[in-house]
């Protein structure tokens, strides 16, 4: 197993590319901390993976800082040490809370998407340092390195600001990082189906535009990104650090 003796937080684990991550970590022998905001869905969760008795779950918001730094807490008096950082909790403005107007809705995804990885980072670096290194993962976007399809959005969409603002988090994070082995990439996913598109792609025709703008034809597989996870957590990408890795079926090549 690739991740034998690994401990690991992952944030958003209740669902979408969290959730993939969680179930193949814990398929490759990594202790977890599942996080998540939805206790419903963090069982749910916990319920598929096939080495139940080696993840705990835990609620947390990650846009509070107290929240983030009690998670980090909890995860190294649990597991003893924290060896992995998965940033996956994300939200987009078609997810809003009702009644939000668009300044409430930008700080929203901007707080949870890019504050919240900053936080958990944040806390999580100075255990890695006391441990001797560590692998934190950001999952960013597509739209984090490009602009929106103009059938997607007008220009102003905090969801394509955050990702951009985990990208260069990424970057900055890895060179200031490096020489406490602590290395820090990101995923860049195409579009997947999870709880952030399932409204977009409510419409057919807006489904089969968005796969027509990945040149393989299709969106991506959620354990195709989790597979990516794995790969940049692991040793086997142990001089890889400041990437950020499109998993994307050519979208970004366009």
């Not at 969290?18 to 939805?38: R, S």
């Not at 107007?101 to 998407?113: G, K, L, P, R, Y």
Request: charged share 25%; with cysteine.
């Amino acid at each position: 197993m690739r991740l034998n003796d690994k401990s690991a937080i992952i944030t958003g684990a209740g669902s979408g590319i969290g959730k993939a991550c969680a179930q193949l970590f814990n398929k490759e022998g990594a202790k977890i901390v599942l996080a998540d905001i939805n206790e419903e869905d963090l069982s749910k969760t916990k319920e598929t993976l096939s080495r139940v008795n080696e993840s705990l779950t835990y609620k947390c918001d990650v846009s509070s800082k107290k929240e983030t730094k009690d998670l980090v807490n909890f995860s190294i008096k649990s597991l003893g040490s924290v060896d992995i950082l998965i940033n996956s909790a994300g939200v987009n403005p078609r997810n809003a809370p009702k009644g939000y107007d668009f300044e409430q809705i930008w700080d929203w995804v901007i707080d949870v998407n890019l504050k919240g990885s900053f936080l958990m980072s944040h806390f999580v670096v100075e255990k890695m340092k006391e441990n001797g290194g560590g692998a934190i993962l950001n999952i960013a976007s597509i739209i984090g390195l490009v602009g929106y399809d103009q059938k997607i959005s007008s220009g102003l969409s905090s969801y394509a600001h955050s990702k951009g603002g985990v990208v260069q988090l990424t970057r900055d994070m890895a060179v200031g990082y490096a020489k406490s082995n602590i290395r820090v990439n990101s995923l860049c996913p195409g579009y997947a189906k999870t709880k952030l598109t399932e409204q977009l792609f409510k419409d057919e025709k807006i489904l089969d535009h968005m796969k027509s703008l990945h040149p393989m034809g299709r969106l991506a597989e959620l354990k195709e990104i989790a597979n990516a996870a794995l790969f940049l957590c692991s040793d086997d990408a142990s001089f890889i650090t400041g990437v950020n890795l499109p998993v994307d079926g050519g979208y970004t090549a366009r």
